[in-house]
């Protein structure tokens, strides 16, 4: 009673100050339109580079939302693959031009969370395969926050302008998706973005908060495919052989000097070999043994160094085992599929930090550290860094599940598990005010 009274005791103008809409009324107000739009993605998820219908479901909310929509828009390297980007412009008169990106992919995943809009779907991956398929990463979480980011900034055209370019971009877990778009020419076409912003869902971030890390943020993503030959024979006879498996061996262990004798140790760098495989049975030395490595690292220089090395050492191993030159082995760095490190210009990132300070509250922004997992975010920035650009962290958990498993020493479920199930409606409300907010900071009258 008392607040009532004392709100209509407002004068009109403060009055009509606060009718204002705010990101965080606009909100409120698309809170159950944006939960369907999620729960409807969720249930609907596509494969990396076969998102036909999400991609069509996000261009028709862009256009009404006042976008001006082109489809099917991007170029794989390999030319008879469709590419399903989305871009929308918002025009509204002169000022800088913020790109703004969601990504549309969903994974190989058999969803195990439960829910009552859970993922049943199955399909055919590349290769023929049948796959069951789930939004494992909450791309669609983003997808939902975009489209509720483009709708506020519609309703907020009095306070900004410029050019906002939405970019609903495909394949970002096989991080082949921006650089589809940037190769069609998406910076010759709609125009050089003066700022780049994306985020991220964040599986042990608590719902209402934004998680940022300033400078690098993820790293660099190398694949590579390494081929140690030898000369295979009869298990028995070990010495007419050279044999590839205890040649793998010391390789593998050779290359953990990289990063422990070689590296400068306050440069990120890991060398994971996730695959290996040789020989067919007990008694059968092979010819030769297959191996699969990520590369991960931050800056360039080391990254080049380790993948230098990688190839060095294996060939250096072969060498001392008396391979002949002709079987060294073969190294390939898999161009095509390599992403570049993210990172999050400082100068933007602060000046983010304090909007979302003031938008969120202080206890709801939080320095993150950074990961050695990738992103290809970081090609709308391009190489150089030359276009500020800012990935951040959306929290996506209920911070009581945090504590509790925390408490029991139990690891929550991580992006792509089959458990994985964001708490919807406040990762999409932090999402759509954290990137609201942030393009009207870059694009204020
Ligand atoms: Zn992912
Ligand atoms: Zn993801």
Redesign the pocket.
């Known amino acids: 009673m008392k607040l009532h009274l004392s709100l209509a005791l407002l004068p009109a103008a403060v009055a009509s100050v606060c009718a204002q809409p705010t990101p965080q009324s606009l909100a409120d107000k698309e809170s159950p339109s944006l939960l369907a739009i999620y729960k409807e993605i969720h249930s609907h998820p596509e494969l990396s580079g076969h998102e036909q219908k999400t991609s069509a479901m996000v261009a028709k909310e862009l256009r009404a939302a006042g976008c001006d929509v082109t489809q099917n828009f991007g170029k794989y390297e390999n030319p008879n693959l469709k590419c399903y980007g989305v871009v929308g412009m918002m025009k509204n008169g002169e000022g800088p031009t913020v790109l703004v990106r969601t990504?549309m992919d969903a994974l190989p995943v058999h969803e195990e969370t439960g829910l009552s809009y859970a993922s049943a779907v199955l399909t055919k991956n590349d290769e023929g395969k049948d796959v069951p398929v789930m939004h494992a990463?909450?791309?669609d979480a983003?997808m939902a926050a975009f489209i509720g980011t483009a709708r506020a900034l519609q309703s907020l055209k009095s306070q900004w302008s410029g050019t906002i370019m939405f970019v609903a971009q495909p394949a970002?877990?096989t991080g082949n998706g921006a650089r589809a778009l940037l190769k069609d020419g998406l910076y010759n076409r709609f125009g050089k973005p003066d700022y780049a912003l994306g985020f991220?869902?964040k599986a042990d971030l608590s719902t209402g908060h934004i998680g940022v890390t300033p400078g690098y943020t993820y790293a660099n993503i190398d694949m590579v495919d390494v081929t140690v030959r030898g000369a295979g024979g009869h298990g028995a006879y070990p010495h007419t052989t050279k044999d590839p498996i205890v040649l793998s061996a010391e390789i593998i262990n050779a290359w953990q000097t990289i990063a422990s004798r070689e590296n400068n140790p306050i440069d990120p760098l890991v060398v994971t070999v996730g695959s290996i495989h040789g020989g067919t049975k007990h008694n059968i030395i092979p010819d030769e043994v297959k191996m699969q490595l990520t590369v991960r690292t931050y800056k360039s220089d080391v990254r080049e160094r380790a993948l230098a090395a990688i190839d060095r050492i294996a060939k250096g191993c072969a060498s001392a085992a008396g391979v002949p030159p002709d079987r060294m082995p073969i190294v390939t760095v898999i161009k095509d599929q390599f992403t570049p490190a993210t990172y999050n210009n400082p100068d933007l990132t602060k000046r983010l930090v304090a909007v979302w300070k003031k938008t969120l509250g202080e206890a709801n922004v939080d320095l993150v550290d950074p990961t050695m997992g990738g992103?290809d975010f970081a090609e709308y920035s391009l190489p150089d860094h030359s276009i500020p650009a800012v990935d951040f962290h959306i929290g996506a958990v209920d911070p009581e599940k945090i504590a509790q498993y925390k408490k029991e020493g139990k690891q929550l479920p991580s992006?792509?598990s089959s458990k994985f199930a964001p708490v919807p409606e406040p990762t999409i409300r932090v999402g759509m005010i954290g990137m609201t907010s942030a393009v009207l900071e870059l694009m204020k009258k």
């Open positions: 990504d990463c909450g791309h983003h970002e877990e991220h869902d992103e992006l792509h």
